[in-house]
């Protein structure tokens, strides 16, 4: 399920609902627009872990859509750490003519993540850009990549996978010195024995081609269950947690320690000491989005990140490791999935591990101070149940599984004898979402906030205007909005005709309940968040408008949902109150739960496109 989002237009309003059950799930995944004839990375790895990666791919175009995506080819590696030469590219035509890539053609360029950072430079892009490129071309590339600077000194480690499209040869070797062990975690790839010589050890793997299922919407990362192959010098996750935490030392600096004391000075406590550590992070050093493994693993001193007042995820975690340090508290970076992965490959790689946040041992607490709309205390949803290498102790841990969040609702239309309205709604935020709705509009410039009620009606067929006020703040953890606006057709009159049962204007129960009823089979575990949604709705409707018939009152529950939906008539106003709780305590569900889940999506998908008959 997406996050709940104040400011979304995405199934806002129930009537979204009519086309949401259900798409098909079983449909090729496979993209034969390219077939990858030839795809061949050979590693020459040194005891030092340095390495030399001479690549060789040749993509056949077969369908015109595949020109743009394929005619240019963008490599990316680390500028200070690793030199990136092209050998040879062309295009072939089918009756063997080349029409050869020239030095004009390719194109170096800083990568978009570090553009606007001088700390991060390093990030660079090398783009290929093939001539004359037609269906029934191939694209030949052979370029050489040394790694002179190992990104963990001594070893190696990768993870790769084939992607969707058909396969003829996908070949990864490594040649290391015969003394390097090499871990591997293989799926869909075949090994060969390895061949032993001159003090080396070389190792083949394979791809083994087979039909793939498309990504279903809300589904896990590929590589929690799709084909990969991942190797690693490393012997465990302890022994690469040992590695990165041996550069990653904390420094309290006197101004550090000075800050820290200004910072916590009213309190005793260790969490509230933390929690204001951390958000004081999150407010005042601007995060630079460059990942785990591209950026490198070596953090910025805390003091260096201090001055510039932004940095990474990396260099957050030093800062404030520094912070709590300086305030008495012990903490660990800890490696984790920024992303939709969560599970770790069985051999030691950061593969997935794209990012870094900080635990506190002694509270079991996670803070992530990168992201500047999650107050501190609770985490951005897609951490939320992963795994962690905790790089001090050299442990695993995991993120909660769940946190708390809680939307109530209440809408009013008041509705005149043309079929416009004018209309409240206010909506109060509990929880974790609470901050991520400040931040928002905060983003916002005033009037595109005002024109936001504007969008949304528009997006719905209404023709109206609207403003939103936002509440003085009760807390941290609360968060609440007042929208205010006209719609002139809200009731198509004449009569008779129905009237979309709507209990809320943005997001909400409808919005939630049409993310879940995205597939109507699913063979792949998926994503699964739900906060508590509370709802109610009242249409005031004229005396010369007669009320026909409405909804009848529903409550649906299983193992996974609490929902209720409850229609009422009062005078000429119909009131309709909805809830809706997602019991799950994790936050991934297997395709065999969505089974059971079924029939109660298909009864809530049905109550929210129900209509209010009225006759005018």
């Given at each position: 399920m997406r996050m709940l989002k104040f400011l979304s237009l995405t199934g806002a309003l129930a009537f979204t609902l009519a086309g949401a059950c259900f798409a098909n799930a079983l449909d090729d995944g496979t993209d034969h627009s390219i077939t990858v004839e030839k795809f061949v990375h050979s590693f020459t790895v040194q005891p030092d872990g340095s390495f030399q990666l001479e690549a060789e791919s040749t993509f056949r175009i077969n369908e015109e859509r595949a020109i743009r995506q394929a005619a240019q080819r963008a490599l990316s590696f680390n500028h200070s750490l690793e030199t990136l030469t092209i050998i040879d590219a062309y295009t072939q035509k089918p009756d063997g003519r080349k029409?050869?890539?020239?030095?004009?053609?390719?194109?170096?360029?800083?990568?978009?993540?570090?553009?606007f950072a001088p700390m991060f430079q390093d990030s660079?892009?090398?783009?290929?850009?093939?001539?004359?490129?037609?269906?029934?071309?191939?694209?030949?590339?052979?370029?050489?990549?040394?790694?002179?600077?190992?990104?963990?000194?001594?070893?190696?480690?990768?993870?790769?996978?084939?992607?969707?499209?058909?396969?003829?040869?996908?070949?990864?070797?490594?040649?290391?010195?015969?003394?390097?062990?090499?871990?591997?975690?293989?799926?869909?790839?075949?090994a060969s024995a390895p061949e032993s010589g001159n003090g080396r050890k070389v190792?083949?793997?394979?791809?083994?081609?087979?039909?793939?299922?498309?990504?279903?919407?809300?589904?896990?990362?590929?590589?929690?269950?799709?084909?990969?192959?991942?190797?690693?010098?490393?012997?465990?996750?302890?022994?690469?947690?040992?590695s990165y935490q041996a550069r990653a030392t904390v420094e309290v600096t006197p101004a550090i320690a000075t800050l820290a004391e200004q910072l916590t000075a009213d309190t005793d406590d260790d969490r509230a000491k933390a929690l204001k550590l951390s958000d004081w992070v999150r407010k005042n050093i601007r995060y630079v989005a460059v990942y785990v493994?591209?950026?490198?693993?070596?953090?910025?001193?805390?003091?260096?990140?201090?001055?510039?007042?932004?940095?990474?995820?990396?260099?957050?975690?030093?800062?404030?490791?520094?912070?709590?340090?300086?305030?008495?508290?012990?903490?660990?970076?800890?490696?984790?999935?920024?992303?939709?992965?969560?599970?770790?490959?069985?051999?030691?790689?950061?593969?997935?591990?794209?990012?870094?946040?900080?635990?506190?041992?002694?509270?079991?607490?996670?803070?992530?101070?990168?992201?500047?709309?999650?107050?501190?205390?609770?985490?951005?949803?897609?951490?939320?149940?992963?795994?962690?290498?905790?790089t001090v102790s050299g442990k695993f841990g995991s993120t909660p599984p769940t946190q708390f969040g809680r939307v109530a609702s209440d809408l009013l239309f008041k509705i005149d004898s043309k079929g416009a309205a004018d209309f409240t709604s206010t909506a109060a935020i509990e929880g974790w979402a609470s901050e991520y709705h400040r931040f928002g509009v905060k983003s916002m410039d005033p009037a595109d906030l005002d024109r936001y009620v504007e969008q949304v009606l528009n997006h719905y067929g209404q023709r109206g205007s609207g403003k939103i006020v936002i509440l003085p703040s009760q807390g941290p953890e609360h968060f609440t909005s007042v929208a205010e606006g006209h719609t002139a057709n809200l009731v198509n009159l004449p009569g008779p005709v129905g009237v979309a049962a709507i209990s809320s204007l943005f997001g909400g129960i409808a919005g939630l309940v049409s993310d879940y009823a995205g597939e109507s089979n699913r063979t792949q575990p998926f994503a699964c968040f739900g906060d508590e949604m509370l709802e109610k709705a009242r249409f005031e409707f004229p005396a010369e408008i007669a009320i026909q018939a409405i909804p009848e009152s529903i409550t649906?529950?299983?193992?996974?949902?609490?929902?209720?939906?409850?229609?009422?008539?009062?005078?000429?106003?119909?009131?309709?109150?909805?809830?809706?709780?997602?019991?799950?305590?994790?936050?991934?569900?297997?395709?065999?739960?969505?089974?059971?889940?079924?029939?109660?999506?298909?009864?809530?998908?049905?109550?929210?496109?129900?209509?209010?008959?009225?006759?005018?």
């Open positions: 029409v050869v890539v020239d030095a004009s053609q390719i194109k170096e360029q800083q990568e978009q993540i570090s553009s660079r892009v090398k783009v290929v850009i093939y001539p004359q490129v037609a269906v029934g071309d191939r694209l030949v590339l052979r370029y050489k990549l040394d790694r002179a600077t190992a990104l963990f000194p001594g070893h190696f480690e990768e993870l790769i996978t084939p992607g969707f499209h058909p396969v003829e040869q996908f070949t990864i070797i490594y040649d290391l010195p015969a003394g390097m062990p090499l871990y591997a975690d293989a799926r869909g790839f075949k190792h083949r793997w394979d791809f083994v081609p087979a039909n793939q299922a498309r990504i279903e919407e809300g589904a896990v990362s590929y590589l929690d269950y799709g084909s990969y192959l991942a190797v690693s010098t490393f012997k465990d996750y302890a022994a690469l947690a040992s493994g591209a950026g490198g693993v070596v953090p910025h001193t805390a003091q260096t990140v201090l001055n510039n007042r932004y940095g990474d995820c990396k260099d957050h975690v030093a800062l404030l490791n520094a912070l709590l340090n300086a305030a008495g508290i012990e903490s660990s970076p800890a490696l984790i999935n920024q992303g939709n992965a969560y599970s770790l490959p069985k051999v030691a790689t950061l593969g997935v591990l794209n990012h870094a946040v900080t635990y506190i041992p002694s509270l079991d607490l996670y803070l992530d101070s990168t992201d500047p709309s999650v107050a501190a205390g609770f985490l951005p949803q897609l951490v939320l149940n992963k795994p962690t290498i905790l649906v529950k299983d193992d996974s949902f609490d929902y209720s939906a409850r229609y009422t008539q009062d005078g000429h106003a119909v009131v309709i109150e909805r809830r809706i709780q997602f019991k799950h305590n994790k936050a991934v569900c297997t395709p065999e739960q969505f089974q059971a889940m079924k029939p109660a999506i298909e009864m809530m998908v049905k109550d929210l496109q129900g209509q209010i008959i009225v006759q005018g």
